[in-house]
């Protein structure tokens, strides 16, 4: 099954303890981007990736890292988290990122990651 | 910068009622526009998108939207919605070409009463 998958999907941690949200997907698409969303602030992006090793802020980078080594996983990456963080994480990807005509393509989102910083 | 705009943030209505909730966005260039939804507890899935040609889309579930470039509008619209509805809705935009990074909209959450 064509797939976007998140782990873990609810976590709990304390202020500063390093954690990585995992992202995967099997569709082989090239663009994969990570997303925070808020209540009555929507869907914010936080980075996206275009291809391998091909990686960019989004609107709300700051506290986070990603990287994007192989072409279906693209963590996402919590080096000393805080309270403002709580939130709920989306991961998505899209087939195409790069050149004109890709950017009708959709988005295929991940289950969501629920993350509470205490 | 381009920007969305949802003008509805709750809606509230009764079965059989007919839904419109606004999209509007500020880039003036040539757009491909999307509608998401969200139900309880799940993630967002594809309604409907328009990238060209008819400016009136048709999604699943019965939905509908129209791309009014005039207006800067691409509003979502349904004649009857069911309490199965009840969900959240994301407007989002692309600029056409060029690098990929869609704008959302606040999103709308609707909730239909049976």
């Known amino acids: 099954e064509a797939q976007v998958t998140q782990n873990p999907r609810y976590l709990i941690t304390v202020t500063g303890k390093k954690l990585t949200v995992t992202c995967s997907q099997n569709m082989n698409h090239e663009y994969m981007s990570w997303y925070r969303q808020d209540p009555g602030l929507g869907l914010r992006q936080i980075y996206y990736?275009?291809?391998?090793?091909?990686?960019d802020k989004g609107d709300v980078p700051e506290g986070y890292k990603v990287s994007r080594k192989e072409k279906r996983n693209f963590p996402l990456i919590l080096e000393s988290p805080s309270p403002n963080q709580t939130s709920l994480y989306f991961c998505?990807?899209?087939?195409?990122?790069?050149?004109?005509?890709?950017?009708?393509?959709?988005?295929?989102f991940g289950p969501g990651t629920r993350l509470t910083v205490l | 910068a381009q920007s969305v705009s949802q003008h509805n943030h709750h809606v509230i209505l009764s079965e059989a009622a007919s839904l419109e909730l606004g999209c509007n966005y500020s880039?003036?260039?040539?757009?491909?526009l999307f509608w998401y939804v969200q139900y309880p507890g799940q993630h967002l899935q594809l309604l409907l998108k328009y990238f060209s040609g008819d400016p009136l889309v048709k999604g699943i579930k019965g939905f509908e939207a129209e791309f009014i470039k005039s207006k800067f509008s691409f509003n979502l619209r349904k004649p009857s919605v069911q309490w199965s509805d009840t969900a959240e809705y994301f407007c989002?935009?692309?600029?056409?070409?060029?690098?990929?990074?869609?704008?959302f909209g606040r999103g709308t959450s609707l909730i239909v009463h049976p």
């Open positions: 990736s275009m291809n391998v090793e091909v990686t």
């Open positions: 880039y003036g260039g040539t757009v491909n």
């Open positions: 989002a935009v692309n600029r056409a070409g060029g690098s990929y990074i869609p704008t």
């Open positions: 998505a990807s899209s087939p195409s990122g790069i050149g004109g005509g890709s950017s009708y393509n959709e988005q295929f």
